[in-house]
Every structure is written in C-alpha cells, then in structure tokens.
C-alpha cells in the first residue's frame, strides 16, 4: 500500500464520524432547533455503544444502544427547548457538560478494556482493483451508511413534501404554523434524528476508530461537526466535502509535521475554522434580503392561538 | 398530547427567588438518585461535595481560586446575554488575554524591570481579550453574521493559535522541549494573599462584581442594556444604538475574560501552556446562566460551581467516585434552572389533541 | 336569471370579550360577482372573512354555501368548499423557490415538478407570470403578492378573498392586479374584495356591502355611485359640531416638514412620498387615514427613530433637526407616544419608574453624570399617576400589569407633563376604555390650550373631529392640503382616505 492510499484510508476513517454527526445536526438546524449539545450526544453515544457491546458481546446491539442513547439526551434538549422553550444556547450547552459527565460514569467500568473492532466489509472482485478498490470498496459499514445518510437526507429535504415542510419550519416558524403545520412536532423529530446520528457517530469512534474506550475520546469532534453544518451552508453534499476537508486537514497537518513542511501545522489545522467565518460573512453579502441559513434557527416558537 | 404554554401576566418575587432554590433542590434530590445509584452513600457523597470544600481555610481558598475565572468571565457574558448578544467564544477571548499577557511578560524577561510589568501584563490581557472579541462584534453589526457560529469558531482559532506560540516561538529553551513558555519572573506573576493559593486575582474579582451589579443597577448604561435585550423597538424609542451597545457589551466580556487568562496564566501556573484553562470559558457560560445573567447571581453561582469542582476532586479521592459526576451535576443544575426559569414565564397546560 | 347566491351570511355576530366585531352581518356574494367590503378600520371587515375562511366561528347567524348552511371549523374545510384568500401580510419563506412556496400551501402531496408546471401554466393564463425556480427574496411585493394569488388559484376556488390587496403596489401592479381580477371573474370565479379604497372600488366591482362599527349601513352597486356617496356611507352622513372657528391661526408655526420622502423600513411597508405639513403653536393637527398608508413611517421620520434625507426636511421652531435624533428632538422640546403601547411606547416586563427613563433619561433631569436617580423617577411616576388618574395595583408595578387605557394614560401623561413645545401622538385612544379616552383627549386640547402645537395621527375620525382645529389626510404615503373649519366634513374626510383628491400616480409614473 503506498503512502497515498494509507493516507486516504485515514482521512475517510477520520471524516467519517464527523461527517455523521454533521448530517444529524444539519437536519436539526434545518427545521430551526440549533443544538449545541452535539458533543454531548456524541459521546454518550460513544460509552453506552462500547459498554453494551462488551457487556452483549454484539457489536450491533452496541450500535443501536449508541442510537438510543443519542436519541434520548436529544429527547431531553427537546423536551426543554421545544416543549418548556427554554433557551436553546443554554440547553445546549447544558447537555454537552451533563454528556460528557454522563459518559465518563457509564464508561468508567470499561476503559482501556479492548474488543476487535467492527470489521470493514469487502466487495468481491471490485475490492481488488488497485488503488481505488480498497478505498471504494473495502470500508467498514459505517463509511457507507455516511454515504448513504448524504444522498438520502439531500434526497428527503429537496424532492419530498416532508422535507419541504421541515425546512419551511425552518425558514419562517410562523408562516408555516398559519399554512398549518405542527411546527413543534416537526421540530422534535428533526431533534431527535440529530441525536441519533450524533450518538451513531460515537459509535463509530468507540466501535471502529479506537476500539475501546477513554475518558473525553470524541476530543471535541461535536463542536467541528457543529462547524461543518455552517461550512456547509446547510447543505447535505457541502456538508460531506466539509467533513472530509476538515478530517483531511486533520490528518495532514499531522503528516506535515513530520514531513518538515514550513507551514505550522496549527495554522493548517485552522484553516476550516477561518474558511468557515469567512463563509459566514458571504452568505450574508450575497444575500442582502435572504438570511444565511435557516431564518428561524434559534428561535424559540410559541403558537399563541 | 402537548404543551401549551402561555405568558403570565405578572412574575412575583417570591416565584423569582423560589425558582433557582427549587432547582437546586431537584439537583441534590438528583445527586442522591445517583449516589444511591453507583452503590455510595449519599449522606457521604453529599458532605464530600458540598461541604468538605468548604470546611476549612485552605478549601476555601481553593474555591476562591476556583471560582475567580468563572465568576469574571461570567459577569461580562451576562451583560452580553441580557442585550440579546450571544458571545460564546469567551474560551477563545481567555487565551488572547493570557497570551497579550504573556507578550509583556516575555518581553520583559530577564530585564530589570519594576513593579509596572504585572500592572502592564494585566493591562494587556484585558486589551487581548477585548480585541478578540471586537472581531465576532464587527462582523455582527456590519455584516450581520451570527455571532454565535463566529465567536465559537474563532475559539479554535485561538486555542490553535496558542499551540503554535508555546510549542514554537515562546517555547523556553531550557524547558526540556516541553510547550511551555518560560517561568515568569517573580514581579510578573501575581502576587498572593495568603500562604495558600489565594491571590489578588480574588479581590479583582470581587471589585469588577461589585462595579458591575453598580452598572447595571445604578447607571443608564446598565439600564441600556436590559432594555436592548427586553425591548429592542423600546430600546429605539429610548434612543440607545443596539449596534454601539453590542461593541460595547463584546469590548467589556472579552477585556474580563482576558484578564481572567491572564490572571490563571500568572498567578496559578506562572507561565503559559497549552491546557491553561479547563474550558473556563464554556463553563463560565453556565455560571452566568445559573446567576440568572445578574452579576451577584454570577459570583454565587460561580463559587457554588467551584465548590462542586473541588468537592468532585475530593469525592474521586475519599470515595473513588469519577470526576466526570461533577459535570452531570452541573449539566443537571442548568437543566433545572432553564426548565424552573420556564415557569416564571410561561403557564404551562398539558392539551390533549394535535400537536402544535 | 339572476344569478345565484354563492355565499351568504345570515345575522351573523361575532363577540371578543365585551366587544361585538360583527352585529347582525348579512352579506351575499353572487356567483361569478366581484364583491366589495367597504370600511374603515375596526369596521369589521377582517373579522367576517375570518369566518368565511373557517379562522374563526359565530357566536350567532349562519354561513350559507351556495344556499345551504355549513360549518367551517377551519381553513382546510373553506378550501374544500372552494375559498381561497390572500390576507394582507403574507405568509411566505423568503429562502424557498417560488414553486416550494406554492407546493406548501396546496393541501395534497403533489410531486414537485408537477406543481411547478401547474403553477406556469396558472400563472400565465391568469396574467400573473411566475418563475417557479425563483426564489421569494428577491421578488418585489407585487411579485410576492402573485404568488400568494396563484397559491389559492391553483386549488381551483369558487370565491377568492383578497384583503386590502393594493396597499403595497405600485400603480402598475395596480393595473395588472384588475386584470387578473377581470381574468378571474370571466373564469366563474367570484372575488370578495376588501378595500377603502373608493375608486378602485368603483371601478372593479360589481356589487359592495359597507359596515361601519360592525353594522351592515348599506348595500349597493358602486359603479352607480359616486365616490362622495360612497364615502358618505363609509363614514357617516352626520354633520358634525364644529367647533372650530373659521379663521386661520396666526400664530406662530413650530413644526413643519419639507417636502420629506423616506423609505419605509419594512420591505412591505408604505414609503413617504414628498410630505409637507405645517403645525402652528397652540393647534392640533389631526392625520387621519386607515391603516397602512404610512402613519408609521411618518411617526418615525417625525420623532427622529428614522433620520430625515436632509435636515432642512425636517424644520423645529425655525432650527433644521431632520438630522436629530430622537433625544435631540426631546431637548428641543418635543415628545412622543407611538402607537404600539406595549413593545414600543413601554417595556412590558419594566417597571413603570424604568419606563419613565425610556422617554426621560435625555431630557428630564432623570440621569445625573451617568446615574439613574430613581428617587426622581418614582416620583415622576407619581406626578404622573396624580395628574392622570393612572390605576394600577402597586406604587411602581410592571408596565403588563396595568389595564390597556392605564398604561395608555401613563404614557400618554409622562410626556404631557414635559410640557412639551410639540407633541406627536399616534393613536392616543385605541383600545382604551371610555373613561381614559375622555381624559387623554381632554388633556391633549388642554396641552395645545396652552400654546404647545400637537400632531394627532389618528385611524379613529370621531376622535380628530372632535378634538383637531385642522386635519389633513395620509394616503399612501402621501398627504392632503389639511381641511380646517367649515371644510372639516365627513364626506371631505372620507374621500381623501379613500383616495380621491391624490394625485394620480398612474400618470405621474
């Protein structure tokens, strides 16, 4: 294998997981509910996927318990945000520190314990061309259900009546409530996808990436993700290129430094977070009248009848 | 089935002092649930969290030293957040300070220098900090952009911007190639109080508490910014500028946070490093919701905070219970705060039927 | 034959509270008709096609279809019959394409490029072309506001409501809009059409019914009458008691505005257009108008929360303060009331001591080197609370708690007993209990008594007639030569805000 393959494996190992977690939260952000408890999610997802799977012994059980567990703290941010409207930065916030206190607990019995990680699935014969056949075609199932999730989620949000109907919660949360839409429902199962593809995403970093847990292993991986829906302007297939920008980033500053390239390694690894200010800003100059993203992100919607 | 809430005319006093004591209560009855849970005693647990920190002198100025980044950052969120302005990059703003901070220090090394250099150092820090956070200000008044997304970002920015600093340029040449700066000299570190850890950093504190609770309070300035927040179309019709407000309230958050780095840069680690704040910056975001943005609220919330940080690290040593408790307890208080907060607000009634 | 009823209502009432919106309404639409619903403000008109549209339900009476009674509990069931309705403020999304916007509004899931071929050919038949691929933002309002008619075109109605549909276009949107309506109408479809507008009105429609203060007073065919006729039964026929004198005042003017234009701040807004008024010392100036012609833009431009083009627009006691800002203008003497009271004239959730400090802090001697003195304040609250019989539970409670015409009469009194040198005042009395309204008038004749000049912009007539020496008339952003004395009539009135007398923009254009 030459370099330039082992590097790609790594940057699609790395980008994978955030690309999920992206996606999840792109879907939130889109019907208006901005979640800034990804990270939490994220890594509950991560200790309650490995906790089950050692304790089961099935990897697939752990992957769903990973779900559930994303799934359930996005039920507690909906049940503040949306039900009590509660502020949603706060919230937030207030799940990321409660998931990251929370994991550690439900890790605690389970670290540095190790298990064979989920193993790659291999497409006969095509698997074998050189150079693109492992990258293409012998990934583990996660990579491409991340693929999967990209085409699908563009597909559900541009050519279906219900993704429609969610990104107009998103766009203008009163004018969808006069056409007759229950804003909140819809809001509260976009939350909640959101959640289970953040706690997906923690499995993955827990069940393939590094098969075993340690304390604080997402290592901040929910807030990049959080930072790629903006990159992305809230688009699924930008979202995908943001991932793998970022997880490429990562991966080559690491290979620069050994490499003795004169550009400090910090500043490439700040690259996508100086990129995506600089998107911010011109997303509202291009557009004087429309807003950048969904115009209702953030706000709270309380229907007076 | 679904809520509906539905805005109270009116919010007493005695519903506005009952709803954080009433989440504090939740939290303890909480605590107990997973105590009890993790096979503990609670009445043990509980003494080791909430009452060991406090329990003598040396504690207590553990939590003071503790709860001085929290508590300064916080009260320059919660003028932010009272005027509907959402700096979330106060972590980044810390460590421009402490690195501005540390520029004068380094500057400064080695020369014979007097007692101007910590005055400077922490001159600078503030300056730093405010600095930074004049960018995320800039970008929401002129071009609108989220100030959320923008000054989070720019924490990163920050965070990496350090890294370079203390494993590149800064790094001291006889620190066996660790990323550190240089040990400051004694006039630029932060002189103490006691023969503790307590130092002036603590009453800096308490006077920018005291000088804030007065803004807000007593002058029109605080009053400009409650109403920014409360009432923007009123807020016009008073005259203020929400834009001017909104370099303001950014200018004064990033100028303490700052200072706060500076401060922890100086004074308890006495050089600077890449883990040089345990995310103060997000948790002082916390604080200042758990004070209700009041700059009192701020400074009990912020002690309470630190007394939950140090009595998590002496739970971990008496009863091996994980430090990662600490944070549910505080992720479960700001549960309780935001949903209690709710019902000052809202009435809520459960409807049978569609969902709204 | 004649034709047939399409829908009807039968004594229908409709009560909020204590208040009767719709009194004993018989209205009748006739198929392929184009119906007018004439009033002014708070007549009634929003609250009857409320409950044509199933957004609302009678107290009493009923709604016929065709001739048989129906229920509708809600807007999906008067689709079903065959309603559409276009309300004045729309409800669209600004980041969606046109064809999203339409495909939301259509109550079964048609796949998307079949709405965007259906809505084409909509469009072009009914005179409105559309670009599904575009998106809401950047299209003008004339262009939203097709939009929001091929919505409901595109369900195939029987009748289509439109509320006040011309307020915000152009004189060509105008033009094209009838064209649309004529194309409907030649389609069988019936068009309800709420306006107070009178010569649209004259010119469009076949059939009007008037309500005045939730009443039916009258029916008829407005291309048989004239615009006079019409305005008489809008606003009444009473002659009035005029108080005034005939004469001019002579005294000095205070206030006068120069030629002023401005863009309204709201993209749907109404712009002033080339506004010149004069107010002397001692009068009140009465702006009378519905809704929606520019009373906001122009309280805006007159306190100073909009800054004027150039400063010589704006013209105080002789001194160009166009470029002033608000506070300014208060240390010049001059106070405000807008019309929102809770948002915008008072913070809900602030005390009425912090309340006062909104208007005060400039020029009330509130605010010594940077500290509120609340001790003044309080008592401020006091004098105020004194003066004008403000009820309120507590000494300094929060503005929310106190009734509608308490706190109007606060807000209204914080700033008379400035004795200002020019009061603008924009609503004083809107859902105000009597009581207060006598006293807020009576003190606003008392302020002008003693040589202050007022500016009263006011939706309710009564209220300019019986206190204004001159009142002149906004329309579309544009205002009248004041009417005074004598010339103060009703029927005067009532033409100038529907419109007749403006100079036509159709030529100017």
Same mark, same amino acid.
């Given at each position: 294998?030459?370099?330039?393959?082992?590097?790609?494996?790594?940057?699609?190992?790395?980008?994978?997981?955030?690309?999920?977690?992206?996606?999840?939260?792109?879907?939130?952000?889109?019907?208006?509910?901005?979640?800034?408890?990804?990270?939490?999610?994220?890594?509950?997802?991560?200790?309650?996927?490995?906790?089950?799977?050692?304790?089961?012994?099935?990897?697939?059980?752990?992957?769903?318990?990973?779900?559930?567990?994303?799934?359930?703290?996005?039920?507690?941010?909906?049940?503040?945000?949306?039900?009590?409207?509660?502020?949603?930065?706060?919230?937030?916030?207030?799940?990321?520190?409660?998931?990251?206190?929370?994991?550690?607990?439900?890790?605690?019995?389970?670290?540095?314990?190790?298990?064979?990680?989920?193993?790659?699935?291999?497409?006969?014969?095509?698997?074998?061309?050189?150079?693109?056949?492992?990258?293409?075609?012998?990934?583990?199932?996660?990579?491409?259900?991340?693929?999967?999730?990209?085409?699908?989620?563009?597909?559900?949000?541009?050519?279906?009546?219900?993704?429609?109907?969610?990104?107009?919660?998103?766009?203008?949360?009163?004018?969808?409530?006069?056409?007759?839409?229950?804003?909140?429902?819809?809001?509260?199962?976009?939350?909640?996808?959101?959640?289970?593809?953040?706690?997906?995403?923690?499995?993955?970093?827990?069940?393939?990436?590094?098969?075993?847990?340690?304390?604080?292993?997402?290592?901040?991986?929910?807030?990049?993700?959080?930072?790629?829906?903006?990159?992305?302007?809230?688009?699924?297939?930008?979202?995908?290129?943001?991932?793998?920008?970022?997880?490429?980033?990562?991966?080559?500053?690491?290979?620069?430094?050994?490499?003795?390239?004169?550009?400090?390694?910090?500043?490439?690894?700040?690259?996508?977070?100086?990129?995506?200010?600089?998107?911010?800003?011109?997303?509202?100059?291009?557009?004087?009248?429309?807003?950048?993203?969904?115009?209702?992100?953030?706000?709270?919607?309380?229907?007076?009848? | 089935?679904?809520?509906?809430?539905?805005?109270?005319?009116?919010?007493?006093?005695?519903?506005?002092?009952?709803?954080?004591?009433?989440?504090?209560?939740?939290?303890?009855?909480?605590?107990?649930?997973?105590?009890?849970?993790?096979?503990?005693?609670?009445?043990?647990?509980?003494?080791? @969290?909430?009452?060991?920190?406090?329990?003598?002198?040396?504690?207590?100025?553990?939590?003071?030293?503790?709860?001085?980044?929290?508590?300064?950052?916080?009260?320059?969120?919660?003028?932010? @957040?009272?005027?509907?302005?959402?700096?979330?990059?106060?972590?980044?703003?810390?460590?421009?300070?402490?690195?501005?901070?540390?520029?004068?220090?380094?500057?400064?090394?080695?020369?014979?220098?007097?007692?101007?250099?910590?005055?400077?150092?922490?001159?600078?820090?503030?300056?730093?900090?405010?600095?930074?956070?004049?960018?995320?200000?800039?970008?929401?008044?002129?071009?609108?952009?989220?100030?959320?997304?923008?000054?989070?970002?720019?924490? @990163?920015?920050?965070?990496?911007?350090?890294?370079?600093?203390?494993?590149?340029?800064?790094?001291?040449?006889?620190?066996?190639?660790?990323?550190?700066?240089?040990?400051?000299?004694?006039?630029?570190?932060?002189?103490?109080?006691?023969?503790?850890?307590?130092?002036?950093?603590?009453?800096?504190?308490?006077?920018?508490?005291?000088?804030?609770?007065?803004?807000?309070?007593?002058?029109?300035?605080?009053?400009?910014?409650?109403?920014?927040?409360?009432?923007?179309?009123?807020?016009?019709?008073?005259?203020?500028?929400?834009?001017?407000?909104?370099?303001?309230?950014?200018?004064?958050?990033?100028?303490?946070?700052?200072?706060?780095?500076?401060?922890?840069?100086?004074?308890?680690?006495?050089?600077?490093?890449?883990?040089?704040?345990?995310?103060?910056?997000?948790?002082?975001?916390?604080?200042?919701?758990?004070?209700?943005?009041?700059?009192?609220?701020?400074?009990?919330?912020?002690?309470?905070?630190?007394?939950?940080?140090?009595?998590?690290?002496?739970?971990?040593?008496?009863?091996?219970?994980?430090?990662?408790?600490?944070?549910?307890?505080?992720?479960?208080?700001?549960?309780?705060?935001?949903?209690?907060?709710?019902?000052?607000?809202?009435?809520?009634?459960?409807?049978?039927?569609?969902?709204? | 034959?004649?034709?047939?009823?399409?829908?009807?209502?039968?004594?229908?009432?409709?009560?909020?509270?204590?208040?009767?919106?719709?009194?004993?309404?018989?209205?009748?639409?006739?198929?392929?008709?184009?119906?007018?619903?004439?009033?002014?403000?708070?007549?009634?008109?929003?609250?009857?096609?409320?409950?044509?549209?199933?957004?609302?339900?009678?107290?009493?009476?009923?709604?016929?279809?065709?001739?048989?009674?129906?229920?509708?509990?809600?807007?999906?069931?008067?689709?079903?019959?065959?309603?559409?309705?276009?309300?004045?403020?729309?409800?669209?999304?600004?980041?969606?394409?046109?064809?999203?916007?339409?495909?939301?509004?259509?109550?079964?899931?048609?796949?998307?490029?079949?709405?965007?071929?259906?809505?084409?050919?909509?469009?072009?038949?009914?005179?409105?072309?559309?670009?599904?691929?575009?998106?809401?933002?950047?299209?003008?309002?004339?262009?939203?506001?097709?939009?929001?008619?091929?919505?409901?075109?595109?369900?195939?109605?029987?009748?289509?409501?439109?509320?006040?549909?011309?307020?915000?276009?152009?004189?060509?949107?105008?033009?094209?809009?009838?064209?649309?309506?004529?194309?409907?109408?030649?389609?069988?479809?019936?068009?309800?059409?709420?306006?107070?507008?009178?010569?649209?009105?004259?010119?469009?429609?076949?059939?009007?019914?008037?309500?005045?203060?939730?009443?039916?007073?009258?029916?008829?065919?407005?291309?048989?009458?004239?615009?006079?006729?019409?305005?008489?039964?809008?606003?009444?026929?009473?002659?009035?008691?005029?108080?005034?004198?005939?004469?001019?005042?002579?005294?000095?003017?205070?206030?006068?505005?120069?030629?002023?234009?401005?863009?309204?701040?709201?993209?749907?807004?109404?712009?002033?257009?080339?506004?010149?008024?004069?107010?002397?010392?001692?009068?009140?100036?009465?702006?009378?108008?519905?809704?929606?012609?520019?009373?906001?833009?122009?309280?805006?431009?007159?306190?100073?929360?909009?800054?004027?083009?150039?400063?010589?627009?704006?013209?105080?006691?002789?001194?160009?303060?166009?470029?002033?800002?608000?506070?300014?203008?208060?240390?010049?003497?001059?106070?405000?009331?807008?019309?929102?009271?809770?948002?915008?004239?008072?913070?809900?959730?602030?005390?009425?001591?912090?309340?006062?400090?909104?208007?005060?802090?400039?020029?009330?001697?509130?605010?010594?080197?940077?500290?509120?003195?609340?001790?003044?304040?309080?008592?401020?609250?006091?004098?105020?609370?004194?003066?004008?019989?403000?009820?309120?539970?507590?000494?300094?409670?929060?503005?929310?708690?106190?009734?509608?015409?308490?706190?109007?009469?606060?807000?209204?009194?914080?700033?008379?007993?400035?004795?200002?040198?020019?009061?603008?005042?924009?609503?004083?009395?809107?859902?105000?209990?009597?009581?207060?309204?006598?006293?807020?008038?009576?003190?606003?004749?008392?302020?002008?008594?003693?040589?202050?000049?007022?500016?009263?912009?006011?939706?309710?007539?009564?209220?300019?007639?019986?206190?204004?020496?001159?009142?002149?008339?906004?329309?579309?952003?544009?205002?009248?030569?004041?009417?005074?004395?004598?010339?103060?009539?009703?029927?005067?009135?009532?033409?100038?805000?529907?419109?007749?007398?403006?100079?036509?923009?159709?030529?100017?254009?």
């Amino acid at each position: 294998m030459t370099l330039l393959e082992a590097i790609i494996l790594t940057v699609i190992t790395a980008s994978t997981p955030l690309l999920i977690a992206a996606i999840g939260e792109l879907v939130t952000e889109r019907a208006g509910v901005l979640n800034l408890g990804v990270e939490g999610m994220m890594i509950m997802g991560a200790a309650v996927g490995i906790a089950v799977a050692i304790t089961t012994g099935s990897s697939a059980l752990g992957v769903l318990a990973a779900i559930l567990a994303g799934v359930g703290l996005a039920a507690i941010f909906a049940a503040l945000a949306l039900g009590l409207a509660t502020n949603q930065v706060a919230t937030g916030l207030a799940l990321t520190v409660f998931g990251l206190g929370l994991s550690g607990v439900v890790g605690a019995p389970y670290v540095g314990l190790q298990r064979a990680g989920i193993g790659k699935i291999e497409v006969p014969i095509l698997s074998d061309i050189p150079f693109l056949g492992p990258i293409l075609f012998r990934q583990d199932p996660f990579v491409y259900l991340s693929i999967a999730l990209v085409v699908g989620v563009s597909w559900f949000l541009t050519r279906t009546k219900a993704g429609l109907v969610l990104r107009a919660c998103g766009e203008n949360h009163a004018s969808a409530h006069a056409l007759g839409y229950p804003v909140l429902r819809i809001r509260f199962y976009a939350t909640l996808f959101g959640g289970a593809c953040a706690g997906l995403a923690g499995a993955y970093l827990s069940l393939v990436y590094t098969p075993f847990w340690t304390s604080g292993m997402t290592g901040g991986r929910g807030w990049i993700a959080l930072a790629i829906v903006v990159f992305a302007s809230w688009m699924p297939y930008r979202a995908a290129a943001g991932a793998y920008l970022f997880g490429g980033l990562t991966i080559l500053q690491l290979h620069a430094q050994s490499a003795g390239v004169p550009v400090p390694s910090q500043l490439l690894a700040a690259l996508p977070y100086l990129i995506t200010i600089v998107v911010l800003v011109l997303i509202m100059r291009v557009r004087s009248q429309g807003a950048a993203g969904p115009q209702s992100l953030g706000t709270a919607f309380v229907p007076d009848r | 089935m679904r809520l509906a809430l539905e805005r109270r005319a009116q919010t007493t006093l005695a519903m506005q002092i009952a709803s954080p004591l009433i989440a504090v209560a939740l939290t303890l009855v909480s605590a107990v649930v997973i105590f009890i849970a993790l096979g503990q005693d609670p009445a043990r647990a509980l003494h080791a @969290y909430f009452i060991s920190p406090v329990s003598d002198a040396w504690g207590l100025q553990e939590v003071a030293v503790k709860a001085t980044p929290l508590v300064l950052i916080a009260v320059g969120l919660a003028l932010c @957040y009272q005027s509907n302005n959402w700096n979330i990059g106060a972590e980044g703003q810390l460590l421009m300070g402490a690195m501005a901070g540390t520029w004068v220090a380094i500057a400064t090394h080695g020369t014979p220098n007097g007692p101007w250099v910590l005055p400077a150092m922490l001159v600078a820090g503030a300056l730093g900090g405010a600095a930074f956070a004049a960018i995320p200000a800039a970008l929401k008044t002129r071009f609108g952009a989220n100030e959320i997304l923008t000054s989070l970002m720019l924490v @990163y920015v920050a965070e990496l911007f350090m890294d370079w600093l203390v494993r590149g340029p800064w790094r001291d040449p006889q620190g066996f190639n660790m990323p550190q700066t240089v040990v400051f000299e004694p006039e630029a570190t932060v002189p103490l109080l006691s023969d503790g850890r307590l130092n002036i950093g603590t009453p800096i504190m308490l006077v920018v508490v005291a000088l804030a609770a007065f803004m807000m309070v007593r002058t029109l300035k605080g009053f400009e910014i409650r109403l920014v927040g409360e009432a923007p179309k009123a807020a016009r019709f008073a005259g203020f500028s929400a834009k001017r407000l909104t370099w303001l309230v950014f200018a004064i958050s990033g100028a303490l946070a700052g200072l706060a780095g500076i401060l922890e840069a100086a004074g308890t680690v006495k050089q600077l490093q890449p883990n040089l704040s345990p995310g103060y910056g997000f948790t002082a975001i916390i604080v200042a919701f758990l004070g209700r943005l009041n700059p009192i609220g701020c400074l009990i919330a912020g002690v309470f905070l630190a007394i939950t940080f140090i009595g998590g690290e002496n739970a971990q040593i008496m009863l091996k219970l994980p430090l990662d408790v600490t944070r549910v307890f505080q992720g479960l208080l700001l549960f309780y705060v935001l949903a209690c907060d709710s019902f000052l607000l809202y009435r809520v009634r459960l409807i049978r039927g569609a969902a709204a | 034959m004649s034709p047939s009823s399409l829908i009807a209502t039968e004594r229908v009432v409709k009560r909020f509270g204590t208040l009767l919106a719709n009194d004993q309404v018989d209205l009748d639409v006739k198929a392929g008709e184009v119906h007018a619903l004439l009033g002014e403000n708070g007549a009634g008109k929003s609250t009857l096609v409320k409950m044509l549209y199933g957004l609302l339900q009678p107290n009493e009476g009923k709604i016929l279809w065709q001739g048989e009674p129906v229920s509708l509990p809600n807007p999906k069931a008067a689709r079903a019959l065959g309603v559409g309705m276009v309300f004045q403020h729309f409800s669209l999304f600004d980041n969606l394409t046109v064809a999203e916007n339409v495909a939301l509004a259509l109550d079964t899931a048609e796949p998307g490029r079949s709405v965007a071929e259906r809505l084409v050919a909509v469009s072009r038949d009914y005179g409105l072309p559309l670009d599904p691929t575009r998106e809401v933002w950047r299209l003008s309002v004339g262009e939203r506001q097709r939009v929001e008619i091929v919505r409901c075109l595109m369900q195939r109605p029987k009748l289509l409501i439109l509320d006040e549909p011309t307020s915000v276009l152009t004189p060509q949107e105008c033009e094209s809009l009838f064209a649309t309506i004529a194309t409907i109408r030649a389609q069988g479809c019936s068009v309800l059409y709420i306006s107070h507008k009178l010569e649209e009105v004259r010119r469009i429609c076949d059939a009007a019914t008037v309500l005045r203060q939730g009443k039916v007073v009258a029916t008829c065919d407005p291309r048989q009458e004239t615009a006079a006729s019409l305005a008489r039964m809008m606003v009444g026929n009473d002659v009035g008691a005029v108080r005034h004198e005939a004469t001019e005042s002579t005294s000095p003017v205070r206030l006068s505005l120069r030629n002023l234009t401005v863009p309204s701040e709201d993209p749907h807004g109404t712009g002033l257009k080339a506004i010149s008024l004069d107010v002397r010392q001692g009068e009140i100036l009465g702006i009378a108008g519905v809704a929606g012609n520019g009373q906001e833009e122009l309280f805006a431009a007159l306190s100073g929360e909009v800054a004027a083009p150039r400063a010589e627009q704006v013209v105080f006691d002789g001194v160009p303060v166009g470029s002033d800002d608000i506070n300014a203008r208060r240390r010049r003497g001059a106070a405000f009331v807008p019309e929102e009271r809770l948002g915008h004239a008072a913070a809900p959730r602030f005390s009425l001591s912090a309340n006062a400090l909104i208007a005060g802090h400039a020029a009330n001697g509130f605010v010594r080197r940077g500290l509120v003195d609340s001790a003044r304040t309080l008592s401020w609250v006091d004098a105020v609370t004194e003066a004008f019989d403000v009820r309120k539970g507590q000494r300094d409670p929060e503005a929310r708690a106190l009734s509608g015409g308490n706190l109007q009469k606060f807000v209204v009194g914080r700033e008379i007993l400035r004795k200002p040198a020019l009061l603008v005042v924009s609503q004083p009395t809107w859902g105000v209990d009597a009581g207060a309204t006598r006293l807020i008038r009576q003190a606003l004749v008392d302020l002008a008594g003693q040589g202050s000049a007022v500016i009263v912009i006011s939706q309710d007539l009564d209220e300019l007639i019986e206190i204004a020496d001159r009142i002149a008339v906004i329309f579309h952003g544009r205002l009248s030569a004041p009417l005074a004395g004598a010339g103060i009539t009703r029927e005067a009135i009532g033409l100038l805000m529907g419109g007749s007398g403006f100079p036509d923009e159709r030529e100017a254009a």
